[in-house]
């Protein structure tokens, strides 16, 4: 028989000195010698031995080395997870993305044979759990919200978290939490004979883990020993670009097929960014060659057809960049890609694609080929497709997103294709809003790509990118998320756990302490947490929705005044940030301006097509204006709506001055949202309509109040109309020269809260009321976020008044309100 169970066979104890008792475990022949390849079963004893005798554990090896699928199996082999053994309670193990928690809970099931029953997955929304799972999978916002519920994880013998080199905040958290639970379980079980201690094992595909030895606040007892599993990796020859294409996909295209046509036998992995793109690349793929798949790509025609369909609800806690897979076009980078091209072009690296293609005998004319599309969103049943061998005579091409540099490894790739981006969270400090954005990946990453084409045997790894851009443009690592991902979600979802004390929390990576105090404020502010600092019960409200928490606190009281399908849409064009092409930008092209059509005339306007479009331009401002033609938030929301009933999108843009990209993503994101209010709240809200009627007058004064109460933190007030006027030179002849002064949050409810030293503040010329006459400006005025620019781009249209020095602090009014709401 095959000979993992013997292993595992004699008698050994717990770091406790209780016996432990085995599971033996009957596999069949082929898994057996498919898991004696792996190197980490050669390690068995090792890790075992270590985690029996330590509270927590670092197991680090290579992507494939067989970390994700056998240490959970070396557990319950050695008795964790059964009710009845030393160590009941059942194996926890975490994963940053859907598919793979999924996807390894089935093959782990497959493994174990008998056991098979025993071994379950949950993620948001699905759950295959039972009185009889041993093994759990699922993803780290799971555990996360498990933890809110039962912070001593009483169900629980031990928990892994996987892939922790990717150093999610989820990831995060859950280690900082984790060292701490494990400490409490401890004290726990020496008080009572019932509770057992959890263990804790953190593994990781790079040594990067070792930073979280570094911080001695997470494991102040004992450093927790590392241990390595080594993957046996055959060397890969990474071939660099000539030049860098900004057309990634285009680029991936034309190397592919050539690669298909040139390379010998051997499957391909081809890296990109999301679905879209993997949709259109599998669809171009196919008409080019005989592919082997039909039924796949059939289905992808039908996808592809719908593709303009409402995103699904996703894992909110998750919120991967990949699962909020927003359309995109091909020419997303707007950086200075032009001139890196000039620059590859005297790097002498890059070779020529006839050299880098010729690495042995070519292929025979009649090999097919077999595309497969791996992404988050894909079903399950076709995500599982990339592990079944490819049909004779055909070669396996699979498109797929981050999941496949560290989460999945797929067998027989031979050649890596690697565009070298990939999409990612963003955070606008200032604005607190999050976006996802394409982007270059780390030299770690790109190494992680190259790798998966060595498992089988030596591969070859075509970077889409040349040496000089990966040298210049591409970090070491990817900081943590926690650098980039907003804080006062952060320090509320903590709160909401009872973890009052975040500025002390062993954070492996802490944020800035001043960070922290700022969305505690924050907070404080908006009505999350007490002057304390406890979470209140709208705080706890405000912790579901994956947005800054002033949003949240906007949705919340949306609910209280029958308009909640207005204020996710306003939410939703809030968050998106710039649905308007500005007006500064109107006599460029849309090409030019970064819009997706195409227009045929590529050159200035004449003067007479200009002056029509400033009309129309003007036209369809005040058709968004008509609500209110105060508030900017009600313009942002009459733009929103309106674009849900046009019957032709991007027409429907382009001739009211919308950019269409943005306002897709609006689309998506209001769909989304009112999935996790139904989800939540479903007395609060009706079936999704798009299409809402116009607002009554009572509803749109409602919502002014209700964007007021998100951003009270932020209100100005007129300098001339200040306590204490500064005085000034000259009387204002614009709008946009009218100073205003920015109240400071602390003292809101007085009308003092400014002082002569503040700068002043100007209104930016995008507002809607930048035409007004300056008397007839607000007094106060409710502002998203500031800006600071150039003033020769501001006011370039007029050069009859010199600015004054230095650049102006410009603020984008939301919506006026009166002194008394204060
Ligand atoms: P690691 O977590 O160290 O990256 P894994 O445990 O995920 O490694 O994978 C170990 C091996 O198991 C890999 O060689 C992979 O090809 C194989 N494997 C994983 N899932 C499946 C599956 N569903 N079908 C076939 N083989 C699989
Ligand atoms: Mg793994």
């Known amino acids: 028989r095959a000979p993992d169970v013997g292993m595992v066979q004699e008698e050994r104890k717990d770091g406790l000195g209780r016996k432990i008792c ?6 069949t022949a082929e898994i057996g010698a498919s898991r004696e390849k792996l190197p980490i079963v050669a390690e068995e004893q090792k890790i075992m031995e270590a985690i029996h005798n330590n509270p927590c554990v670092i197991v680090w090896g290579t992507t494939g080395s067989g970390k994700t699928t056998q240490v959970p199996q070396f557990l319950f082999e050695a008795g964790y997870g059964s009710h009845d053994s030393s160590t009941p309670g059942i194996i926890g193990i975490t994963q940053p993305r859907r598919v793979a ?5 089935k093959r782990v099931g497959e493994e174990l044979g008998q056991y098979s029953g025993k071994v379950s997955y949950q993620i948001r929304f699905e759950s295959t759990t039972s009185k009889d799972t041993a093994i759990k999978f699922m993803t780290d916002g799971i555990l996360l ?18 892939e922790a080199h990717e150093r999610s905040v989820n990831t995060d958290i859950l280690i900082g939490m984790l060292s701490r639970i494990v400490d409490l379980r401890k004290k726990m079980s020496s008080e009572d004979s019932e509770v057992r201690p959890l263990k804790l094992v953190i593994m990781s595909a790079t040594l990067r883990v070792s930073d979280f030895l570094k911080n001695s606040h997470l494991f102040p007892a004992a450093l ?29 295209f034309r190397k592919v097929s050539r690669g298909h046509r040139k390379l010998p036998p051997g499957g391909m992995l081809v890296f990109l960014t999301g679905q879209n793109e993997i949709k259109s690349l599998l669809k171009r793929l196919h008409d080019t060659f005989r592919s082997s798949n039909r039924s796949a790509v059939d289905s992808m025609r039908v996808q592809l057809s719908a593709s303009e369909g409402p995103l699904e609800v996703d894992d909110l806690e998750l919120g991967t960049a990949e699962d909020a897979d927003i359309e995109e076009e091909d020419s997303e980078d707007e950086d200075s890609e032009d001139e890196d091209s000039e620059v590859d072009f005297v790097g002498h690296d890059g070779e020529d694609e006839d050299i880098a293609f010729d690495i042995g ?15 988050s969103q894909l079903p399950t049943k076709e995500q599982l497709r990339v592990f079944e061998i490819p049909p004779d005579g055909s070669r396996l091409i699979v498109l797929a997103t981050n999941v496949a540099e560290t989460s999945l490894t797929i067998p027989g790739i031979r050649y890596v294709f690697d565009c070298g981006r990939s999409k990612e969270r963003v955070y606008d400090q200032s604005t607190g809003v999050q976006k996802f954005e394409v982007n270059w990946i780390s030299k770690a990453s790109a190494e992680q790509r190259a790798g998966r084409a060595g498992r089988t045997g030596p591969g070859h790894c075509y970077r889409l990118y040349s040496s000089a851009v990966y040298e210049r443009d591409f970090v070491e690592h990817t900081g943590p998320e926690i650098l980039r991902t907003p804080i006062e979600s952060l320090v509320l979802q903590m709160k909401t756990m009872g973890l009052d004390n975040v500025v002390n929390f062993p954070f492996p990576t802490a944020p800035e302490r001043s960070s922290i105090l700022r969305a505690e404020k924050l907070l404080k502010n908006l009505g999350a947490l007490t002057p304390t600092g406890r979470v209140t019960q709208l705080g706890h409200r405000l912790s579901i929705y994956p947005l800054s928490p002033r949003f949240g606190k906007m949705l919340a009281i949306g609910a209280q005044h029958d308009c909640l ?17 500005p007006e500064n930008q109107l006599e460029l092209n849309p090409k030019e301006r970064g ?37 900017d938030a009600l313009k942002l929301l009459s733009a929103v709506c309106a674009y849900a009933y046009a019957q032709d999108g991007d027409a429907f843009c382009r001739q009211m001055f919308l950019r269409s990209k943005a306002l897709k993503e609006v689309s998506q994101l209001r769909k989304q949202l009112s999935d996790i209010v139904r989800a939540n709240h479903p007395q609060s809200i009706g079936p999704y309509l798009s299409r809402l009627p116009t607002p009554s007058p009572k509803q749109l004064k409602a919502l002014n109040q209700i964007v007021a109460a998100g951003f009270i933190d ?25 100073p205003y002064l920015a109240l400071s949050p602390s003292s809101t409810n007085t009308t003092s809260g400014t002082t002569s030293s503040d700068p002043a503040i100007y209104m930016h010329p995008s507002s809607i009321l930048s035409p007004l006459s300056p008397k007839s400006l607000p007094q106060y005025l409710i502002y998203s976020h500031l800006q600071q620019s150039a003033p020769s781009l501001i006011t370039s249209s007029s050069s009859s008044e010199k600015q004054q020095a230095g650049p102006k602090i410009r603020m984008f009014p939301l919506t006026a309100v009166s002194g008394a709401q204060l």
């Open 22 to 27: 085995n599971v033996p475990v009957t596999r």
């Open 714 to 738: 932020q209100v100005a007030i007129r300098a001339d109309l200040a306590p204490n006027p500064p005085i000034s030179p000259r009387k204002p002849q614009r709008a946009i020269d009218v």
């Open 565 to 581: 399908p207005y204020v996710i849409a306003l939410v939703s064009g809030l968050a998106e940030g710039d649905i308007f092409v």
């Open 361 to 375: 005998e070519p292929v025979t004319a009649s090999l097919t080929v077999h595309i497969l599309p791996l992404y």
């Open 595 to 631: 819009e997706d059509e195409v227009y045929t005339n590529d050159d200035r306007l004449e003067d007479s097509a200009r002056e029509q479009r400033q009309k129309n331009y003007n036209r369809a401002r005040a058709i968004f204006s008509k609500n209110d033609p105060t508030s």
């Open 224 to 252: 927790p020993p590392l241990i390595q599993a080594e993957g046996r990796q055959f060397p890969v020859t990474t071939h660099f670009a000539r030049r860098t294409e900004r057309d990634y996909l285009e680029e991936a």
């Open 145 to 162: 919200r498990e933890i809110s519920q039962d912070f001593a994880l009483l169900n629980y013998s031990i928990i892994i978290i996987d």
């Open 101 to 105: 928690a999924v996807s390894m809970a």
